[in-house]
């Protein structure tokens, strides 16, 4: 069965301070992987979508940028942290190719980021 | 941007009544589906139906959609305090959108026991 990772749970950063936030997957080859911020727990925002290595959409710009540098891991980072950035960040897969083309979602549990 | 709405934001019933919650969308879809989130946990994928589905039924999950008003509901029948959380539609516009989803702002449920 697939299993996906999120890590870390929480996280308190102050203004200017780097991000990096990871997200595997385990049990699945080729997934698509994609990024969302919550706000005030309502709502889900996609950030990036990812379809193969190397392979990054970005959906809203902003001073966050995500990476895939290997089949099933995915990263999302920044380089100088706002205090907009706090959220809950979750990630998600779905199989690249489905019979059906509906891609139901898989979450992991998230990142809760508080920026100070 | 967010194309679904859920009705209401925000429903309290007691344990054993039967919740409704709506979701109004914009644009064409593949499929529309469901999704429920714990308090601070990740989204659990609850049901999907595809654009030239009329309803579907998954325990005591009941979904419709309607394609020409663009909207769709859910149905929790005989609810218990474990189906407290939120829960959210979400559309898939498919064609070349690799299975992206676009979320609405959810409906809090709260079941008392």
């Known amino acids: 069965s697939q299993t996906i990772h999120q890590w870390p749970a929480t996280l308190v950063q102050p203004v200017g301070s780097p991000l990096s936030l990871e997200c595997t997957v385990e049990g699945t080859s080729n997934p698509n992987l994609y990024w969302y911020r919550q706000a005030a727990g309502r709502g889900l925002q996609l950030l990036f979508y990812?379809?193969?290595?190397?392979?990054i959409s970005s959906e809203v710009p902003q001073n966050l940028s995500a990476s895939r540098p290997q089949d099933r891991q995915f990263i999302l980072s920044s380089k100088k942290l706002l205090l907009s950035d706090s959220g809950f960040y979750l990630c998600?897969?779905?199989?690249?190719?489905?019979?059906?083309?509906?891609?139901?979602?898989?979450f992991g549990p998230g990142t809760r980021l508080t920026v100070t | 941007s967010q194309q679904g709405e859920e009705d209401p934001q925000a429903l309290s019933i007691q344990e054993g009544e039967n919740a409704t919650m709506n979701c109004s969308y914009k644009t064409s879809i593949n499929n529309l589906q469901w999704y429920r989130q714990n308090s601070g946990r990740g989204l659990v994928h609850l049901i999907l139906i595809r654009s030239n589905e009329r309803e579907k039924h998954s325990g005591r999950l009941r979904v419709t959609l309607d394609t020409s008003k663009k909207s769709s509901s859910l149905l929790i029948t005989a609810s218990r305090a474990a189906d407290t959380a939120s829960y959210f539609c979400?559309?898939?516009?498919?064609?070349?959108?690799?299975?992206?989803?676009?979320f609405g702002q959810g409906t809090i449920l709260t079941v008392h026991p």
């Open positions: 990812s379809v193969g290595i190397g392979q």
């Open positions: 979400a559309t898939d516009e498919g064609g070349t959108s690799y299975g992206k989803l676009t």
């Open positions: 998600a897969w779905s199989f690249l190719f489905s019979g059906t083309f509906s891609y139901e979602q898989y």
